[in-house]
C-alpha cells in the first residue's frame, strides 16, 4: 500500500484542549492564553475529548466569527 499526503494551504498552531463548552465550541490554550475555538464534529467524543489533550489549530480572525480558531486535528 502507498501512503499518500495531503498539502494545506494554511498553518496550524499548537494548543490544549481544555473543555466542551457546547456542540460546536471549545475552549483551548495556546502559550497560556485561552481562546474560543470552533470545533466542527458535534458527536460526542467523550473518548478523545478530555482536558490537556494536544490540538492543532486553524486561525482564522474574521469579524463576523465567535471563535478565533478552528479545531482541525485532536491527538486523543
Do not use: D, W
Request: hydrophobic share 40%.
Amino acid at each position: 500500500m502507498s501512503e499518500k499526503y495531503i498539502t494545506i494551504n494554511f498553518s496550524l498552531v499548537l494548543g490544549a484542549f481544555i473543555q466542551r463548552l457546547n456542540r460546536f465550541m471549545a475552549l483551548v490554550e495556546v502559550n497560556g492564553e485561552k481562546y474560543y475555538a470552533h470545533l466542527p464534529n458535534s458527536g460526542r467524543l467523550k473518548t478523545v475529548l478530555y482536558s490537556n489533550v494536544p490540538v492543532y489549530l486553524k486561525v482564522c480572525r474574521k469579524p463576523y466569527r465567535k471563535s478565533n480558531c478552528t479545531i482541525f486535528k485532536l491527538f486523543g
